[in-house]
């Protein structure tokens, strides 16, 4: 048997990244039955429900009861995380990968954004009680460092001195965007709206320092996916220019408005012709990770005020970017670097792709049979239910965020199927538990906003 290839990149991404969706995914009970569950009307009412249901059981499973912050493993397991020892220095290396705190803030600003959107859609008491509890996590996250302007990986539940200075794109973009979300939000105290005036100011400014890269503690070093967002291309432009705006409106500082209207004059406009979808737009080359940016995108599109042209732009742009991620074929070339090709053939075979590729998020949520995949070995049931749930739940999460009608319709039937037949319970890793609450919550917000005007 072939063995995937070990090149360090892979011997990195593939055990860290992936083992919380993949290995941990692949315990899916044999119990679940895309088809043998009644699946309950969709209704407004049946989806509180079950969003409620979801969200209960997630914040059960993978939040600190003291702190409020989301982490990558169930809570119940931190015994076996990474010790605080071990984060302070700096393992595991690089990025903290396979710690379970490496993520915070991507998993509860997420989360945060989600839930805003769902309670401006429709109020809930529960939602409005566990926002609040989000920014408060979000803030104990960011002052658990001691360098203004950084957002950190972590901190760790028994240690808060232990955190990663090596973050990233994402978790400073999702950390900007939820405050100033949460900013905008009748939820906000005076006292709220302060912290994240002189937060989001610090995070500007350090960037601003760094020519809009991200680097270490030391101001050195850059940061694992710490490059800059002045890039001219599709992934630049849909970071900087929501970013800056975001902010901007989580400050109120003209500064940041003067930086928004700079970057996107420059070189006669060409970041707002990159940001309008085109022939050369391109999305994430994860097929796993695509989805990440609709968050921010969605923030950017809420945000913006009504009759600016950015909201058509950035409506057209979620529609792309769903668009592309529904047709890509699973494994994608990027996703063929790190797995062996006799364990593609094999899953290929045994769930009955018709071929070498799954084609599109249909299919693929279509091939889940959860009998087969627990006859498989232990790599392919990682590599089945990575291709089978987590695949199409991406797909389905960018099309809810799309916010375009047809879409949404199109493919809600599959979507609702899915929150109601996987069972979380089997699966370890916090990413997908996470993902199925904040699809959810966004289906929420999409049916209670329907007879409105569509975003």
């Known amino acids: 048997m072939k063995h995937i290839r070990r090149n360090r990149f892979f011997l990195i991404l593939f055990p860290c990244v992936l083992a919380g969706m993949l290995i941990s995914g692949s315990c899916l009970s044999a119990r679940c039955h895309a088809g043998d569950a009644?699946?309950?009307?969709?209704?407004?009412?049946?989806?509180?429900?079950?969003?409620?249901?979801?969200?209960?059981?997630?914040?059960?499973?993978?939040?600190?009861?003291?702190?409020?912050?989301?982490?990558?493993?169930?809570?119940?397991?931190?015994?076996?995380?990474?010790?605080?020892?071990?984060?302070?220095?700096?393992l595991p290396h690089p990025w903290g990968y396979g710690s379970r705190i490496e993520d915070t803030c991507l998993h509860t600003g997420q989360m945060l954004v989600a839930l805003l959107e769902a309670q401006q859609a429709h109020p809930n008491p529960r939602f409005a009680q566990e926002a609040r509890k989000l920014f408060q996590a979000l803030r104990y996250i960011y002052e658990s460092s001691d360098t203004p302007g950084l957002v950190?990986?972590?901190?760790?539940?028994?240690?808060?001195?232990?955190?990663?200075?090596?973050?990233?794109?994402?978790?400073?973009?999702?950390?900007?965007?939820s405050l100033a979300m949460y900013s905008q939000s009748p939820l906000a105290s005076d006292a709220d709206k302060a912290f994240i005036r002189q937060t989001l100011n610090e995070i500007g400014q350090r960037m601003e320092k760094y020519d809009w890269s991200i680097k270490r503690a030391d101001g050195k070093t850059q940061s694992h996916v710490g490059f800059s967002w002045k890039q001219m291309k599709t992934n630049g432009v849909t970071i900087l220019l929501p970013a800056v705006y975001a902010l901007y409106k989580g400050t109120g500082n003209p500064h940041w408005l003067e930086a928004y209207v700079k970057f996107g004059n420059e070189k006669e406009g060409k970041r707002w012709q990159l940001f309008r979808p085109g022939p050369d737009t391109q999305i994430n080359k994860h097929p796993i990770y695509a989805n990440q940016n609709c968050i921010r995108l969605g923030a950017f599109y809420r945000l913006l005020d009504d009759d600016a042209p950015e909201k058509q732009?950035?409506?057209?742009?979620?529609?792309?970017?769903?668009?592309?991620?529904?047709?890509?074929?699973?494994?994608?070339?990027?996703?063929?670097?790190?797995?062996?090709?006799?364990?593609?053939?094999?899953?290929?075979?045994?769930?009955?792709?018709?071929?070498?590729?799954?084609?599109?998020t249909t299919a693929a949520w279509e091939l889940y049979d959860n009998d087969a995949i627990s006859r498989l070995r232990s790599r392919e049931?990682?590599?089945?239910?990575?291709?089978?749930?987590?695949?199409?739940?991406?797909?389905y999460h960018m099309v809810v965020a799309s916010g375009q009608e047809d879409l949404i319709q199109q493919h809600q039937a599959s979507l609702w199927k899915m929150l109601n037949t996987i069972d979380l319970s089997e699966i370890e890793g916090g990413e997908t538990n996470y993902l199925f609450s904040v699809v959810s919550l966004q289906l929420y917000a999409y049916l209670w906003n329907s007879e409105q005007d569509s975003p």
């Open 38 to 90: 009644a699946v309950p009307p969709l209704t407004r009412a049946t989806v509180e429900t079950q969003t409620l249901a979801l969200l209960d059981q997630y914040l059960k499973d993978f939040q600190d009861p003291n702190t409020g912050v989301l982490y990558l493993g169930r809570f119940s397991t931190r015994s076996k995380w990474t010790s605080p020892a071990d984060v302070k220095a700096k």
């Open 313 to 360: 732009w950035t409506r057209d742009l979620l529609r792309k970017f769903a668009e592309i991620q529904l047709e890509r074929d699973f494994p994608s070339p990027f996703m063929r670097r790190f797995i062996d090709e006799e364990t593609i053939q094999s899953v290929a075979k045994k769930m009955n792709w018709g071929g070498a590729d799954i084609h599109g």
């Open 152 to 177: 950190p990986r972590g901190p760790h539940p028994d240690d808060r001195t232990a955190y990663y200075d090596d973050s990233s794109m994402d978790q400073h973009t999702t950390f900007i965007v």
């Open 381 to 395: 049931r990682g590599l089945a239910t990575l291709a089978h749930v987590r695949f199409p739940l991406g797909g």
